[in-house]
């Protein structure tokens, strides 16, 4: 079946990195452009990232553009968040989706998301 699994998630000092993964299974990354989102306690999921199909666009909200890179490797059916510079305001749980489209647009709306994965927690805490 379709699934996305996150990983990498952890405990960080602030001010320091950690990178996440978003391994799918049951269908091919290559029709699709992904997307990073967060969620804090007590807060809505807010868009954190968005990659096209191919790579060749990416987009970032406001919040960690200049701090967080994304990437994929369809070869590998994953896509990595880099993160680094982070900030308590980062804590939250980071969740991956994946969007049906071969164009070169991105959204950071959620409602445009097909596919979502369970989460994974970051915690920026000295």
């Known amino acids: 079946q379709v699934q996305l699994v996150e990983s990498g998630g952890g405990l960080v000092q602030p001010g320091g990195s950690l990178r996440l993964s978003c391994a799918a299974s049951g269908f091919t990354l290559d029709y699709y452009a992904m997307g990073w989102f967060r969620q804090a306690p007590g807060k809505e999921r807010e868009f954190v990232a968005a990659i096209n199909w191919n790579g060749g666009s990416t987009y970032y909200a406001d919040s960690v553009k200049g701090r967080f890179a994304i990437s994929r490797d369809n070869a590998k059916n994953t896509v990595t968040l880099q993160m680094g510079s982070l900030k308590p305001e980062d804590t939250a749980v980071y969740y991956c989706?994946?969007?049906?489209?071969?164009?070169?647009?991105?959204?950071?709306?959620?409602?445009?998301?097909?596919?979502w994965g369970q989460g994974t927690q970051v915690t920026v805490s000295s």
């Open positions: 989706a994946a969007r049906y489209s071969r164009g070169t647009a991105v959204s950071g709306s959620r409602l445009s998301y097909n596919y």
